[in-house]
């Protein structure tokens, strides 16, 4: 048994496991360190944003081995599923001559980008936090830069229902869990809604500005994404609907798998989305 996985208590006694408590820990510890650091320039943004569509862009974000593991399943659902919607794909550590065989079949009016990352020095676990926290600083940028709304998911699910007509009652929508002490825990980070407005942008620059110190001078804090997003909550942030995000095939707007079969089992619910078969 692993250690780290043993479960305690947060101070409302919800059960956590002992690597969520430390990680809070050193969280705090490393955030009073780099609070007032300044960041060094970001790596410039190749490609264009998506064109056309309707409703929210739907965005995503992945390294290049991660995008060719999951992102056609992805693609494919939001083009049968939501076909009017825009949506983004944002690569980090590629540039568009490298990732030409994986994005050639994607279509025109969906935006692609990209930008370098050096990723020789950051194993998995790192490099996975890395990108999870730069999809929130990018989309900062692209919902300013466009004047679109944007809603975010993790390039790992499935679009079940079409996004066309979503409209989510804050500037900000997410996904709370507000019974959870941990701001790692009161904020599931898979699917996040934001508007092109100035509260939304105050919003979401507070909560990337803080990512970004982090990623630049600190280790990279598990769940450092949604400890962010939940420490710059404010008035303006509004609950997601329950069932915009789900682990049921079948249910609700958009699905993800969990464990250490997920591409597998989102393999078994995008044959049968490709059937067009009823999900039981």
Request: some cysteine; overall charge positive.
């Amino acid at each position: 048994m692993n250690i780290w996985n043993i479960l305690t208590a947060d101070v409302r006694a919800n059960p956590i496991a002992l690597r969520h408590y430390f990680s809070r820990v050193r969280f705090a510890r490393e955030d009073a360190r780099v609070r007032d650091l300044p960041w060094v320039e970001l790596p410039k943004v190749a490609g264009k944003p998506p064109i056309g569509g309707e409703g929210p862009v739907l965005f995503a974000v992945a390294d290049l081995g991660y995008f060719q593991r999951f992102a056609s399943m992805f693609l494919s659902s939001a083009a049968m599923n939501s076909p009017r919607s825009a949506v983004h794909i944002h690569i980090i550590g590629a540039d568009e001559a490298t990732a030409l065989p994986a994005i050639q079949k994607i279509p025109a009016h969906y935006g692609v980008t990209f930008e370098d990352a050096d990723f020789s020095k950051m194993p998995g676990p790192l490099k996975g936090r890395y990108c999870q926290s730069m999809r929130f600083v990018r989309l900062a940028q692209f919902v300013k830069q466009t004047g679109r709304d944007y809603i975010a998911f993790d390039i790992d699910g499935l679009t079940q229902k079409s996004f066309a007509e979503f409209k989510a009652e804050g500037d900000v929508g997410l996904i709370l869990r507000p019974e959870f002490s941990d701001p790692g825990l009161r904020v599931n980070a898979g699917v996040v809604y934001m508007r092109a407005t100035k509260a939304a942008q105050k919003f979401m620059d507070r909560a990337s500005t803080q990512m970004l110190r982090h990623l630049q001078h600190a280790p990279f804090i598990e769940k450092l994404d949604q400890r962010c997003l939940a420490l710059a909550i404010d008035e303006n942030v509004k609950a997601l609907p329950a069932d915009l995000y789900t682990f049921e095939p079948g249910y609700g707007h958009f699905y993800s798998a969990k464990g250490k079969q997920k591409k597998d089992e989102l393999l078994k619910t995008y044959e049968l989305i490709l059937r067009n078969e009823r999900i039981s």
